[in-house]
């Protein structure tokens, strides 16, 4: 029997593991199973997937964790099949029936409908979700029979697709703002066709610029050699795809390290052309990620978030 001195140290790994989660596991069980798998020290999520969804889970581990909020405030593409003609009590396939109704709707009504959803929308969260009220999580409530009033909230249906229709069943491509709930935009199209509806699968497809281009399985990467697991990461900066860079010399690499705020207006950098906002910031000797920063009026660079020395994957 191993005594605790014997046990393998934990690896201090800096990346971002691709992982396409299977039905029936929760985000965070997935999360424990992949750092165990990868015998890593510090990990975390971008959010979670409902445990009867598949798809795109983002696993951050060591520096990348600090990147982790931009992926849940990133826009996220979904394909689901929606079950029309029969309601239940989580929206999804792990409810209770609560209804069943004919279905015979067109494709032209439905069409019709959709373009209701397109856009701007008000979304009530369901009772079966983490949000919380008084400290405790819904869904704790709605285990207890007990339904809370709850605030519609403004989310944005960037764009939605019928990928299919052979009744009972429809199949949609959602690409949607942060904060919404597809169990409840399947729910909210049955009624609007009058005859309800509950998800019957759900996949997710893309987390900002991250795809399922390069995810991997729990079961790949377990039967993944454990000395080439850690090449399965993806590097730090796999999360920061989506903003410009910019590229420091030496000297000033090191006063941002130091959290300085830099006024590149004459210094030989690297800079997108007129841009404002959030930047990645490399070094220009070598290209090290250094961290994030906002670019702000006359080439004003100020620290945001910086990555300490990054460790090989």
């Known amino acids: 029997m191993q005594t605790k001195s014997e046990k393998k140290q934990r690896l201090l790994l800096d990346g971002v593991l691709l992982l396409d ?22 990990a975390g999520h971008t959010g979670t997937l409902d445990p009867f969804a598949t798809g795109l889970l983002p696993l951050c581990f060591g520096e990348a964790t600090k990147f982790s909020q931009d992926l849940l405030e990133a826009d996220k593409t979904y394909e689901t099949v929606v ?9 999804d396939t792990e409810g ?21 959803f397109r856009g701007e929308i008000d979304q009530v969260p369901p009772m079966h979700s983490a949000l919380k009220r008084d400290g405790k999580p819904l869904y704790e409530y709605a285990r207890q029979g007990i339904t809370l009033e709850r605030q519609a909230r403004r989310v944005t249906i960037h764009a939605l697709e019928m990928l299919g229709y052979e009744a009972p069943y429809l199949r949609l491509r959602v690409t949607c703002s ?23 699968a759900l996949r997710r497809t893309q987390v900002g610029n991250l795809t399922l281009d390069g995810c991997v399985t729990l079961e790949q990467l377990a039967e993944t050699d454990e ?6 990461l993806a590097p730090v900066d796999a999360l920061l795809s989506s903003f410009p ?5 030496e000297e000033l690499a090191k006063r941002f390290l130091h959290g300085q705020r830099l006024a590149l207006g004459k210094e030989p950098v690297e800079l997108p052309d007129d841009w404002q906002g959030r930047v990645r910031v490399y070094a220009l000797d070598g290209g090290r990620l250094l961290g994030t920063a906002l670019l702000q009026a006359y080439g004003v660079l100020a620290p945001e978030r910086l990555v300490a020395a990054v ?3």
Do not use: M
Request: with cysteine; hydrophobic share 40%; proline share 4%.
């Open 83 to 91: 079950h029309l003609g029969v309601k239940t009590s989580t929206a």
């Open 311 to 313: 460790s090989p994957g």
């Open 96 to 116: 209770e029936v609560l209804e069943r109704c004919e279905v015979a709707v067109t494709p032209e009504q439905i069409e019709a409908v959709l373009e209701r």
């Open 227 to 232: 000395n080439l697991r850690t090449g399965i």
């Open 21 to 42: 989660k299977p039905v029936g596991l929760s985000s965070n069980d997935a999360l424990i199973k992949a750092k165990r798998l990868l015998n890593a020290k510090k």
């Open 245 to 249: 860079a910019v590229s420091l010399p």
């Open 178 to 200: 942060k904060g919404t709930y597809i169990r409840v935009l399947g729910e909210d199209i049955g009624a609007a066709l009058g005859c309800g509806a509950h998800l019957q």
